[in-house]
Antibody, heavy 119, light 109 residues
Framework: QVQLVESGGGLVKPGGSLRLSCESSGFVFSDSSMGWIRQAPGKRPELISYLSRSLTSISYADSVQGRFTISRDNAQNSLYLEMNSLTAEDTALYYC????????????WGQGTLVTVSS | EVVMTQSPATLSVSPGERVTLSCRASQSVSNNLAWYQQKPGQVPRLLIYSASTRAAGIPARFSGSGSGTEFTLTISSLQSEDSAIYYCQQFNNWPPRGTFGQGTKVEIK
């Protein structure tokens, strides 16, 4: 079945770094645009990064611009998020999500990986 | 940044009643709008995209309408399993950025 599985979250100190991974299965990964969406407890989701299937469209929310880098490896059916200079405000559940419509609507989500930034 | 504002914040409705949720954009987003349902401890689920197209497997009691800055999600006959928070989300094609509304919580009376 169609599935996304995130990994790489954990506890990190302020100023630290983490690399999140998202492994896909059950669909043609290279045909889908992808996004990373985070959600802090009790808050609305936040689309923090988007990467089109063609690699020509890439974006970051202002809150992570310059600190986070999105990438994908179609041969490995995987999406990545490199996160640097982490602060407490980055604490959240991080989801990867599929945009099969290529219009920014996410029809498949992983279960998420928790990132906690604390000293 | 396009700001999405949802109303009301909370809605308490009896089973079988019609429910209407609103979402307003701070500037026109054409029909680049989606609705998601999130139940406690679960992942958001896509209900509606392109303002009015139901996602695969979504019951017909869910419908969306609107364009530009005003959008509506309607549940024609509320079921007990529809208790959840509902979020709207817009997406710009260029640069490819999206924002979510703050959510409307639907409770069952």
């Amino acid at each position: 079945q169609v599935q996304l599985v995130e990994s790489g979250g954990g506890l990190v100190k302020p100023g630290g770094s983490l690399r999140l991974s998202c492994e896909s299965s059950g669909f043609v990964f290279s045909d889908s645009s992808m996004g990373w969406i985070r959600q802090a407890p009790g808050k609305r989701p936040e689309l923090i990064s988007y990467l089109s299937r063609s690699l020509t469209s890439i974006s970051y929310a202002d809150s992570v611009q310059g600190r986070f880098t999105i990438s994908r490896d179609n041969a490995q059916n995987s999406l990545y998020l490199e996160m640097n200079s982490l602060t407490a405000e980055d604490t959240a559940l991080y989801y990867c999500a599929r945009d099969v419509t290529t219009r920014g609507f996410f029809d498949v989500w992983g279960q998420g990986t928790l990132v906690t930034v604390s000293s | 940044e396009v700001v999405m504002t949802q109303s009301p914040a909370t809605l308490s409705v009896s089973p079988g009643e019609r429910v209407t949720l609103s979402c307003r954009a701070s500037q026109s987003v054409s029909n680049n709008l989606a609705w998601y349902q999130q139940k406690p401890g679960q992942v958001p689920r896509l209900l509606i995209y392109s303002a009015s197209t139901r996602a695969a497997g979504i019951p017909a009691r869910f419908s969306g309408s609107g364009s530009g800055t005003e959008f509506t999600l309607t549940i024609s006959s509320l079921q007990s399993e529809d208790s959840a928070i509902y979020y709207c989300q817009q997406f710009n094609n260029w640069p490819p950025r999206g924002t979510f509304g703050q959510g409307t919580k639907v409770e069952i009376k």
